[in-house]
């Protein structure tokens, strides 16, 4: 049925199913997962998948230092967030501020299937680096992240350095990761799964799992 200006009516039902559609795509995780619910809402199901969280690491200084990723707990009330006074940290994109991220971190933890380390610097790519996780009871643990153990015989790009490493990040955990004088570093984060507690709200689980990440892997 159209209306005067040749515009199809909508009845009762079809603007109530529109309804429930549009209150499904409230805190959706990535565009993959808005595309999604536009799948399921057409009846079919799309493999969801996930972006990574790019972060820009930069030493200005004249000697090493340590940069602190994540650890929003401990470190969001600290000078630099916790890293070392000459050490730069950024997200790749511009208008995401890292104090979004770091707060977003301990807001919605997520699993971490993969590290990309990229850099024009050759040994700023062997650095290893720690996973520490700390308590407010004073309890800490730390976990070694040698990244030339994951070296591949079939990896000829000198500046990038695949980890495939697990983990799970929230605001109790961070990486201290050591960065060469002058030198920079770009570290690429692929997530498996994130929460979301919101997402009970609507009906939904917290969890959002994600489909593998993607990136070439340089393993056999």
């Known amino acids: 049925m159209k209306n005067s200006f040749g515009l199809k009516r909508l009845d009762f039902k079809t603007v109530e ?12 995780d990535s565009f993959e997962d808005l595309g999604d619910e536009f799948a399921m809402a057409n009846g079919t199901v799309a493999s969801r ?5 790019v972060i820009n690491i930069s ?17 969001v009330g600290q000078p630099n967030f916790g890293s070392d006074p000459n050490i730069t940290v950024a997200m790749a ?23 990309r380390l990229s850099s024009d610097s050759v040994p700023q790519l062997d650095q290893s680096f720690e996973f520490v996780k700390t308590d407010s009871n004073g309890q800490s643990a ?15 790009q000198d500046s990038l350095r695949d ?6 990040v929230d605001g109790n955990t961070h990486f201290a990761y050591p960065v060469l004088a002058g030198e920079s570093v770009t ?17 939904k689980g917290a ?4 489909s593998k990440a993607r990136i070439r892997s340089f393993k056999n």
């Open 17 to 28: 199913r529109y309804d429930r559609q549009a209150e499904d795509f409230a805190g959706f």
């Open 49 to 53: 998948s996930t972006e990574p969280y």
């Open 59 to 75: 030493n200005a200084g004249v000697g090493t230092e340590t940069a602190i990723i994540f650890g929003r707990n401990r470190f």
């Open 93 to 115: 994109i511009a208008t995401v501020p890292y104090e979004q991220m770091l707060q977003q971190s301990a807001n919605e933890p997520f699993e971490i299937v993969k590290i």
């Open 142 to 156: 730390s976990t070694p992240i040698t990244v030339s153990s994951y070296l591949s015989p079939d990896q000829f």
């Open 163 to 168: 980890i495939d490493w697990r983990g799970q």
């Open 187 to 203: 570290m690429s984060i692929y997530i498996q799964a994130k929460v979301n507690v919101a997402k009970p709200l609507m009906g």
């Open 207 to 210: 969890v959002t799992e994600f």
